[in-house]
């Protein structure tokens, strides 16, 4: 109960702060509203409500790429510890390529000694372009999220559509929605968005921007992102 309530508060207050920096204190309070009522303790429907209505407002306040902005600056972010081999590797080769094998070497060593799947799993993923480097397709990178490793093996497991999206998504908020008959705003996956966003932008040392090209809170079987390197 700690983690989660950590998460909510958390998570609401990096939103309140991305508000306050982009858009000002007085969106910033108009899209916050009733925030402060929410913890581990509330019920999902009642998170749902407040998270229905808060991208409503937000989408009706903020043009999109002041919404993408504030929506990317609630992600949570990879280590940057962990990425300064890749961000050497690109200030001294400027190569791209080079750099996306250094992060699939990563998320394959994650793969085997975090989370200890077998190596025929492992070989499923990798076919399936899931994980932390993605695809080069140009000056974009197309990358897939992996189904949130806690329902990996159930996720793998599962038949049904609806559920293996449900089990797919990283965020608490997200799977709530999609367990529900609700519905929320493609808007709020541009905080996922922010997870990629932020590796490049650590590893290029300037700004990219991202794209949410499928997602499962819009039906899509997986989460694609792209992000185009050449942003400035």
Not at 64 to 87: H, N, S
Not at 124 to 153: C, D, F, H, M, Q
Request: proline share 3%; aromatic share 6%; charged share 30%.
């Amino acid at each position: 109960m700690e983690i989660q309530d950590d998460f909510e508060r958390a998570w609401l207050a990096k939103l309140s702060d991305s508000l306050e920096r982009i858009a000002g204190e007085r969106i910033q309070s108009q899209v916050m509203q009733g925030s402060e009522r929410l913890s581990s303790r509330s019920r999902p429907d009642e998170v749902i409500e407040w998270s229905r209505l808060a991208m409503a407002r937000l989408d009706s306040l903020l043009d999109e790429p002041q919404r993408r902005e504030v929506m990317t600056g609630c992600a949570c972010r990879y280590g940057k510890p962990e990425l300064q081999k890749a961000r050497k590797e690109y200030q001294k080769t400027q190569n791209v390529d080079q750099v996306l094998k250094i992060l699939q070497q990563q998320f394959d060593s994650f793969l085997e000694e975090t989370l200890e799947l077998s190596t025929d799993l492992i070989t499923e993923i990798a076919s399936r372009g899931w994980g932390l480097a993605g695809v080069r397709e140009g000056n974009t990178i197309i990358a897939t999220k992996i189904p949130k490793s806690g329902y990996l093996i159930e996720y793998m497991q599962e038949t049904d559509p609806a559920r293996k999206r449900q089990l797919y998504c990283h965020c608490p908020r997200i799977r709530a929605v999609l367990e529900s008959s609700e519905t929320l705003s493609p808007t709020y996956c541009y905080c996922g968005a922010g997870y990629y966003q932020g590796i490049w932008e650590e590893i290029l040392q300037r700004p990219v921007e991202v794209e949410v090209l499928e997602s499962v809170l819009q039906g899509d079987d997986v989460c694609k992102i792209g992000i185009n390197l050449c942003s400035s």
